[in-house]
T-cell receptor, first 117, second 114 residues
Framework: GAVVSQHPSWVICKSGTSVKIECRSL??????MFWYRQFPKQSLMLMAT?????????EQGVEKDKFLINHASLTLSTLTVTSAHPEDSSFYIC?????????????FGPGTRLTVL | AQSVSQHNHHVILSEAASLELGCNYS??????LFWYVQYPGQHLQLLLK??????LVKGIKGFEAEFIKSKFSFNLRKPSVQWSDTAEYFC????????????FGTGTRLQVTL
């Protein structure tokens, strides 16, 4: 099946710094990418949806200036957590859906664990 | 907005036992329903899905789920679990109107003992 990668798989940073997480679709063109956040023992919460070449659509309650999403190409989307604080520590998962595939062909990356000290 | 409830947070079963994980959703419109599995250290994978037609759907690895519209439920079943089924299971719902966003349940951690 299609593969979605994320880099890094884990990152530790100091409070106030920014962290960039990359999400790549390795063998298909992802017209739509999704970014989720997962707290321990909780569900995946959708943060934003991005279509290639256009601005991301953020879910209610998600600060777009804090979580910058760029979907510059059909194989790459990035999430930048700006001025990270300990409460931003979480597991971030990206998901990609390809062009031409059915609406159910949404593939998930392995996730990135962010720890903010 | 839709919501998804998974009432079993942690289930422990012996090998060969039968499995049923509950999933209920709240939404008045037409939905697509999914079950995903996340094995330890791996990414989410699709187990099965329901869009329309036969409400009993069969997925990979011997799993099946039944959509009961009147109960807003989509429970996952497997007649005989294996140790390798140890994983986290997520039910998800997608509103066919927006057709873009998945809403996930909180997940059920299944632990199968030998």
């Amino acid at each position: 099946g299609a593969v979605v990668s994320q880099h890094p798989s884990w990152v530790i940073c100091k409070s106030g710094t920014s962290v960039k997480i990359e999400c790549r679709s390795l063998d298909f063109q992802a017209t739509t990418m999704f970014w989720y956040r997962q707290f321990p023992k909780q569900s995946l919460m959708l943060m934003a949806t991005s279509n290639e070449g256009s601005k991301a659509t953020y879910e209610q309650g998600v600060e777009k200036d804090k979580f910058l999403i760029n979907h510059a190409s059909l194989t790459l989307s990035t999430l930048t957590v700006t001025s990270a604080h300990p409460e931003d520590s979480s597991f971030y998962i990206c998901s990609a859906r390809g062009a031409g595939g059915g609406m159910d062909t949404q593939y998930f990356g392995p996730g990135t664990r962010l720890t903010v000290l | 907005a839709q919501s998804v409830s998974q009432h079993n947070h942690h289930v422990i079963l012996s090998e060969a036992a039968s499995l049923e994980l509950g999933c209920n959703y709240s939404y008045g419109g037409t939905v697509n329903l999914f079950w995903y599995v996340q094995y330890p250290g791996q990414h989410l994978q699709l187990l099965l899905k329901y869009f329309s037609g036969d409400p009993l759907v069969k997925g990979i690895k011997g799993f099946e789920a039944e959509f009961i519209k009147s109960k807003f439920s989509f429970n996952l079943r497997k007649p005989s679990v294996q140790w390798s089924d140890t994983a986290e299971y997520f039910c998800a719902v997608r509103d066919t109107g927006t057709a873009s966003k998945l809403t996930f349940g909180t997940g059920t951690r299944l632990q199968v003992t030998l």
